[in-house]
């Protein structure tokens, strides 16, 4: 009868580990069958890469060189007379249609509203949260490098989305210069709210 | 020396006196609305300024004692000015944060200015610490339950390793015993039958267990709705990932940026809409708000440890705002795989079809950390393209085919041209 009872305890310990471990392991993606189909062969950006001195994929473009669709290095830097010579030399190259001016909405409200607002009135979702400080007002506030947020031409809109200014920080490396194009064209619909 | 000290005895309460309506009149000074301060000060000085911490300008903590009243007014209305003017105090703080200069306030009343730096001073003199330590509680109790309560195959493994040992251990002494006994009972001269007698019982008793059908109908009942399920389960589930939940290098919680703090997906995942990738962001996105978050009042004052994780990938030092060049990348830990063989496309299906991210992603703005929610199986794309209707409206691609095929109706010849034959890269790709 002792014999038996020790065989029942092992069937139980043995039942309990299968029951255990097939709740699978939520830290480990478990099996593959044939995971050389699913590692692909070709590098994603992401990944690292032994190939290359920094041992990344994603290489930043030789020196002195722009890819097409991208700014062109230091047309305008970022200084103040930076921001001046934009304010003169750069205009909106987009016709300003309807259709333009949705993508350019859908790209302020994706890039730019929690902080900015959905109005441009400085009181996005982080803002109201009080986790970030208000940025003026399109309509009504001042700029920093003077004169009224409502004044601001195309270049310097495009100038301080390029680079940033005071906490914003530089917005080119999401936003390609025609998204930006399409954001400014928004902006200054912004600026008529008063 | 009496004279003196009776001297001193007569003037005391003048000195009181004096000092008393010193301090008076210096607090009648500031003793503004505070209420109003604080209101200008969010709505006008918080992009530059903070209390205790250097924002773009210095922290302005004890800044009524660092200069006079008269300066501060002066300075706070139109601080260019001021420095052009070459006014001293001006150009050695102009000098300290180039070429950052502070913006002009003429806008603002003498009384604003005064109602602002009340406000300054009251916050200021505040207790730093006072309110650190609920928020610290409440996030503890935030970190504690997020901690990982999943068994590894490491432990499984470990435990019945254990347990094979104790139990070859347990055979092994009881042989040892048993020999040891035979020995005794040699030496002392008994016949050692009885020994036999009982591996023959032993025998015996499993001999009649083999042979008692009840008992091998359930182990063979047992084992095979064991085995069977779990085959079935691993044959269903190799190269699904549905719930893989990996330890990620910073504890990034996408509840509170995307869930609390509502910032768009497509902010951080600017790839989303325009590639096929939807991009991870790479750490300088991260500094767009991080460079000013540091969630400092959840740790006593001190950055959050993940946040410094961000700084150290850069090599930022946030007291003198630098970044190094010693800059490493975060090696985020990707959790949604398709095989090589399958292509899948982000703007497709993000701004073509125009699906929202939780559709595939699941409810991702409650998830603090990010575990994948769809099976990414053929079965589960096919079931989606099959019930998905087209929004052909405003679709160029769909108005060429619609052409063509109106085209067709008309009985008009559809040359390989106006289906886009003539594009470059239908052969030079």
């Known amino acids: 009868m002792n014999k038996l009872r020790l065989l029942y305890f092992i069937l139980f310990i043995g039942i309990t580990i299968l029951v255990v471990s ?3 392991d939520k830290r480990s993606p478990g099996w593959e069958y044939a995971p050389n189909m699913y590692e692909a062969k070709a590098f994603n950006p992401d990944q690292p890469n032994k190939n290359f001195k920094n041992g990344q994929t994603a290489q930043v473009p030789p020196p002195n060189t722009t890819p097409v669709g991208f700014d062109r290095v230091d047309e305008y830097p970022n200084t103040p007379e930076g921001y001046l010579e934009a304010s003169e030399g750069l205009k909106n190259p987009l016709p300003l249609t309807i259709a333009t001016l949705q993508e350019g909405k859908t790209l302020y409200v994706n890039m730019c509203s929690h902080c900015h607002g959905y109005e441009g009135r400085g009181d996005g979702s982080i803002v109201k949260l009080e986790k970030f400080p208000a940025p003026p007002a399109y309509g009504t506030g001042k700029s920093s490098r003077g004169g009224n947020m409502s004044d601001l031409t195309d270049g310097k809109i495009f100038h301080t989305i390029t680079y940033g200014v005071n906490l914003m920080g530089a917005h080119k490396y999401q936003i390609t210069p025609e998204e930006r194009w399409k954001i400014v064209m928004y902006v200054h619909e912004l600026q008529k709210l008063k | 020396m009496r004279s003196i000290s009776l001297f001193f005895k007569s003037i005391l309460p003048l000195l009181l006196f004096t000092a008393y309506f010193g301090i008076f009149s210096s607090s009648v000074s500031f003793a503004q609305d505070v209420g109003a301060g604080a209101a200008i000060f969010k709505q006008k000085c918080t992009a530059c300024h903070a209390i205790n911490k250097q924002v773009l300008g210095p922290a302005l903590k004890g800044v009524s004692e660092r200069h006079t009243e008269a300066w501060l007014l002066k300075w706070t209305k139109n601080a260019p000015a001021m420095i052009a003017s070459g006014d001293p105090e001006a150009k050695v703080l102009y000098d300290k944060y180039k070429p950052t200069m502070m913006t002009a306030f003429t806008e603002l009343s003498d009384d604003d200015v005064k109602n602002i730096y009340a406000y300054v001073k009251a916050e200021g003199d505040k207790p730093p610490v006072a309110a650190a330590g609920a928020a610290v509680g409440a996030d503890g109790t935030a970190v504690g339950g997020s901690g990982d309560g999943g068994v590894s195959n490491f432990m499984l493994i470990g435990l019945i390793a254990v347990i094979v040992i104790a139990f070859l251990v347990i055979l092994v002494l009881n042989r040892v015993i048993n020999t040891l006994e035979r020995v005794m009972l040699r030496k002392k001269g008994v016949e050692v039958e009885e020994e036999e007698e009982i591996k023959k019982d032993r025998l015996a008793g499993l001999k009649m267990l083999s042979k008692n059908k009840k008992f091998i109908f359930f182990l063979v009942l047992l084992s ?5 399920s779990a085959g079935w389960k691993g044959m269903w589930e ?3 990932h549905t719930g893989y939940q990996p330890v990620q290098p910073i504890k990034f919680s996408h509840q509170l ?19 096929k990738n939807a991009s991870i962001p790479s750490a300088n996105v991260c500094m767009n708000c991080h460079n000013y978050v540091q969630a400092t009042e959840k740790y006593n004052g001190e950055i959050s440890p993940e946040i410094l994780k961000i700084y150290t ?3 930022y030092n946030p007291e003198t705002k630098v970044y190094g060049n010693n800059q490493k990348p975060i090696e985020w830990i990707r959790i949604h795989n398709l095989p090589d063989f399958a292509y899948f496309n982000h703007s497709q299906h993000v701004r073509v079809a125009g699906i929202e991210c939780q559709k595939c992603h699941g409810p991702i703005q409650t998830m603090q950390e990010v575990y994948q929610y769809s099976p990414l199986t053929m079965k589960w794309c096919i079931n989606c393209h099959r019930e998905t209707e087209v929004n052909h409206k405003d679709n160029a691609y769909y108005d060429q085919l619609l052409a063509a095929h109106n085209q067709l109706k008309k009985g008009e010849k559809v040359t390989a041209a106006v289906l886009g034959g003539l594009e470059c890269g239908k052969c030079h790709y």
């Open chain 1, 22 to 24: 097939s709740c699978g």
């Open chain 2, 313 to 315: 990938a850069l090599d």
């Open chain 2, 238 to 240: 190799t190269g699904v």
């Open chain 2, 224 to 228: 095979v709705i064991l085995l069977g």
């Open chain 2, 257 to 275: 940026h995307a869930g609390v703090n509502k910032v768009d997906c497509q902010y951080c995942h600017s790839g989303a809409y325009k590639s």
